[in-house]
């Protein structure tokens, strides 16, 4: 399956904004995509192996390979659009 991962942070508001939007977004898509969340204060290897440098960061997975990130605070509607191009 495809997979999204959200970097975030507890102190980052816009992180704090898309996280109810990223939890709806993997309720609707249960099945088709799976979801995961990276706390980038907690898992720094992680973080450094993608070159996360701002959060929140998106990054889009299809077949193990990074096909897309989107990096910010940008609302339902994006989201969504991006991970419409994963399916």
Do not use: H
Not at 13 to 37: D, H, N, R, S, W
């Amino acid at each position: 399956l495809p997979l999204v991962i959200d970097f975030w942070a507890s102190w980052c508001g816009p992180c704090q904004y898309m996280t109810p939007i990223f939890e709806q977004l993997a309720k609707k898509y249960e099945g088709k995509v799976v979801f995961g969340k990276v706390n980038i204060d907690e898992s720094q290897e992680i973080p450094n192996r993608y070159g996360i440098y701002g959060v929140p960061t998106f990054i889009f997975f299809k077949e193990g390979k990074e096909i897309n990130r989107v990096i910010g605070a940008v609302g339902a509607n994006n989201l969504e659009a991006e991970l419409k191009k994963l399916l």
